[in-house]
């Protein structure tokens, strides 16, 4: 994972610190990383309104209400069925016995792993994305 340092003024720090804290992330690192990825899918959309405005315009149409309603529903329900993807594997694997169980001693074991591919999976998306 690449290292960025960047400089903030007081207030700003501060409302990063307490943002993190309030929202519950590990350090204001993932906090910060939460935010950039926040912007990257709002870029997305932005770049497939656009593209809708494009192809729009190329068929010498306006675009309504009704059009932008159902670009962010197609928007919203593919993440939806991504994410209900992601649910049935695991639901699958719990089925097959496919899950291991954890003691208050091991517990931390497990959460410094899933950090962990979870920096590694951030890292990935991002070297993608460049």
């Given at each position: 994972?690449?290292?960025?340092?960047?400089?903030?003024?007081?207030?700003?720090?501060?409302?990063?610190?307490?943002?993190?804290?309030?929202?519950?992330?590990?350090s204001?690192?993932?906090?910060?990383?939460?935010?950039?990825?926040?912007?990257?899918?709002?870029?997305?959309?932005?770049?497939?309104?656009?593209?809708?405005?494009?192809?729009?315009?190329?068929?010498?149409?306006?675009?309504?209400?009704?059009?932008?309603?159902?670009?962010?529903?197609?928007?919203?329900?593919?993440?939806?069925?991504?994410?209900?993807?992601?649910?049935?594997?695991g639901?699958?694997?719990?089925?097959?016995?496919?899950?291991?169980?954890?003691?208050?001693?091991?517990?931390?074991?497990?959460?410094?792993?899933?950090?962990?591919?979870?920096?590694?999976?951030?890292?990935?998306?991002?070297?993608?994305?460049?």
């Open positions: 994972m690449a290292t960025v340092n960047i400089t903030l003024p007081d207030e700003l720090k501060q409302f990063v610190q307490s943002q993190s804290v309030k929202d519950g992330y590990a204001e690192a993932e906090y910060l990383r939460v935010i950039i990825q926040q912007a990257r899918e709002l870029e997305v959309e932005h770049e497939l309104e656009a593209e809708l405005l494009e192809t729009a315009a190329a068929a010498g149409r306006e675009i309504t209400t009704a059009d932008w309603q159902s670009l962010k529903e197609r928007i919203r329900q593919q993440r939806l069925d991504a994410l209900r993807a992601e649910l049935d594997i639901l699958k694997q719990l089925e097959r016995g496919e899950y291991a169980t954890y003691t208050t001693e091991t517990l931390g074991e497990l959460f410094d792993r899933i950090q962990s591919e979870g920096r590694k999976r951030l890292a990935s998306m991002t070297s993608k994305s460049d």
